[in-house]
């Protein structure tokens, strides 16, 4: 199970770090993702980790602004966010990749064990 935290209001520019905490003894055998959902619109794909954090992909949109990264031995997984945008104003998912194979996929349908939702608001 996966519970997703660390969210709040931020002006833009700012920063903040979400956290992605998992229950079970499992974590560190998947690889995993953030993704985010704006007010009527799709969820669509931020960044994605390897099971060990040797290997990160991001969306074009936060490149460069966002960390992926992760810490196996307390089940968590962050994403760093510098230079918020108004735009990135979403509630932000975690999830994990269904199987290997998968990787470098950026589909929704391609990670399950989806957890909460935490809230990010950017004001400009």
């Known amino acids: 199970q996966l519970q997703a935290s660390g969210g709040g209001l931020v002006q833009a520019g700012g920063s903040l770090r979400l956290s992605c905490a998992a229950s079970?003894?499992?974590?560190?055998?998947?690889?995993m993702a953030w993704f985010r959902q704006a007010p009527g619109k799709e969820r669509e794909f931020v960044a994605a980790?390897?099971?060990?954090?040797?290997?990160?992909y991001y969306a074009d949109s936060i490149k460069g602004r966002f960390t992926i990264s992760r810490d196996n031995a307390k089940s968590t997984m962050y994403l760093q966010m510098n230079s918020l945008k108004p735009e990135d104003t979403a509630d932000y998912y975690c999830?994990?990749?269904?199987?290997?194979?998968?990787?470098?996929?950026?589909?929704?349908?391609?990670?399950?064990?989806w957890g909460q939702g935490t809230q990010v608001t950017v004001s400009s």
């Open positions: 999830a994990a990749l269904r199987g290997s194979t998968l990787w470098g996929t950026r589909l929704s349908t391609d990670f399950g064990s």
């Open positions: 079970g003894r499992t974590f560190s055998s998947y690889a």
């Open positions: 980790i390897s099971w060990s954090g040797g290997r990160t």
